[in-house]
C-alpha cells in the first residue's frame, strides 16, 4: 500500500517533541514589543491589565520588568495633565514623554524605546492632526507631527512611529530624521477594536469620528495603495492594525512589499480575548499563542501586543 504525504505528517504529530520539529510558524519573544501609557496620574485597570496608566516611576518598574523577562521593546503612549486645540503637549521639552524617554534610557539603555507620533491624545478635540472648523488640516497638521517625533528622538527614542494617517507625513519626518527608523502605520483601519485603547489613552473624539482619514474597511487595494506611498517617502517598516480582522491585508502586504512588517494586536482584541477567557469560555493563553502565532503565519515580523508579560512565561 502506497503511504501518502499526509499519512507521514500525521504520524509526525504524534508527539510534541514530533511537532515542534516540523511546525512551520513559530512566536517568539524576539518578536514582540509591549504598548506602554505614560501619564501624570496611574489608573489601573484590574480587567484589562495592559490597559493601565503609569506614571513615569510605575513605567520604570514596568520596563524593569519587561527588561528581565526578554522583552526586547516597547512603545510608548502620553497622557498630558494639559490638552489644547493644537496638541503642544506632543513636542514640548518637558512632555511626558519626553521625560518617560529620558528617564527609561537612563535605566535600561538597551531596551529598545518606540514612540507613537500622534496628536490624539494632546487635544481637546481628540483628533489626530489640526482642525479648520471640523475638518483635519492635513498640511498643518504636518509642522506639528514632525515637531514632535523630532522631540521624541531628542529624548531618547530609538524608533518613532508615526499613526496619525495625514498625507505625506513619513516623507516629512524623514526629511527632520534622516537617520532615525520610522515604523508607519501604514495600513490603519477606522475600526470598532479600539474601543478600549481610546479609554486607555484619553483620546475618543469629542465630535465625529477619524473615517476621513483612517482607512474603510472594506478596502485592500488602497492598503497597498498606502504602503508604497510610505515605502516611496522612507519608511523602514510597515504596520498594520488591527491585526486579527486584517490578516488577508498583512498576508498581501507581505506578498508585495520586501520591508519588515508589525502587526498591532489591538485592544478591542486583547479585551475580546480577556473577556471570554474570564466568562470561561475559552482558554486565554491557547488563544492568545493561536492568535499570535496567526498573525506571524499571515506575515508579521513584528507584534505589538498587550500580552507581552504572559508570553514571556507561555513561551
Known sequence: MTEFPAIRL????????LRSLVRETTLSLDNIVMPLFVAPEP???????????????GLLRECEELARLGVPGVILFGIPEDKDDEGTGAWIADGIVQQALRAVKARFPDLLLMTDVCLCEYTTHGHCGVLHGNEIDN????????????????????????????????GAIRAALPDTPIISYAAKYASAFYGPFREAAGSTPSFGDRRTYQMDFGNLREALRECE??????????MVKPALAYLDVLRSMRDRFDLPLAAYNVSGEYAMIRAAAAAGDLDERSAVLESLTAMRRAGADVIFTYWAKELAAWL
Not at 529624548?155 to 505625506?168: F, N, Q, T
Not at 506611498?229 to 510597515?238: K, S
Open 229 to 238: 506611498l510610505d515605502i516611496a517617502e522612507g519608511a523602514d517598516m510597515l
Open 139 to 170: 498640511d498643518a497638521s504636518l509642522e506639528h507631527i514632525v515637531r514632535t517625533a523630532v522631540s521624541h528622538v531628542e529624548a531618547g527614542a530609538d524608533v518613532v512611529c508615526p499613526s496619525d494617517m495625514m498625507d505625506g507625513r513619513v
Open 10 to 17: 500525521r504520524r509526525l504529530r504524534r508527539t510534541p517533541a
Open 43 to 57: 489608573l489601573h485597570n484590574a480587567r484589562l491589565p495592559g490597559m493601565s496608566r503609569h506614571t513615569i516611576d
